[in-house]
């Protein structure tokens, strides 16, 4: 979501957003560029991922549906990745 988000990203600015080290989010992008999901661009010193929107999903449930339109969803959505509460405190309503 985040690289459909921006491009350009690079992988130390996705780490801290999704909460994965650098080298997580590395394996994760390689994993997604050698299944077709990703394309990756270099572009003078930086390098350009771009999102294949046309690639379908590879588990049998989602079989026919493309990854695009489920980005779109989430992206009207405003979902974002998060990792937790920011406050420990905050840790939502009180159960009692």
């Known amino acids: 979501m985040e690289i459909a988000r921006i491009s350009d990203a690079r992988i130390r600015d996705i780490s801290p957003v999704v909460g994965l080290t650098e080298r997580s989010v590395q394996a994760i992008v390689a994993?997604?560029?050698?299944?077709?999901?990703?394309?990756?661009?270099?572009?003078?010193?930086?390098?350009?991922?771009?999102?294949?929107?046309?690639?379908?999903f590879r588990h049998s449930a989602q079989d026919g549906h493309r990854v695009g339109p489920f980005l779109d969803i989430l992206a009207?959505?405003?979902?974002?990745?998060?990792?937790g509460p920011e406050d420990p405190g905050d840790a939502g309503p009180d159960p009692t």
């Open 31 to 56: 994993d997604l560029e050698a299944a077709g999901y990703l394309t990756r661009t270099r572009t003078g010193r930086r390098v350009v991922y771009t999102v294949n929107r046309d690639s379908l």
């Open 76 to 83: 009207a959505t405003g979902t974002e990745v998060t990792t």
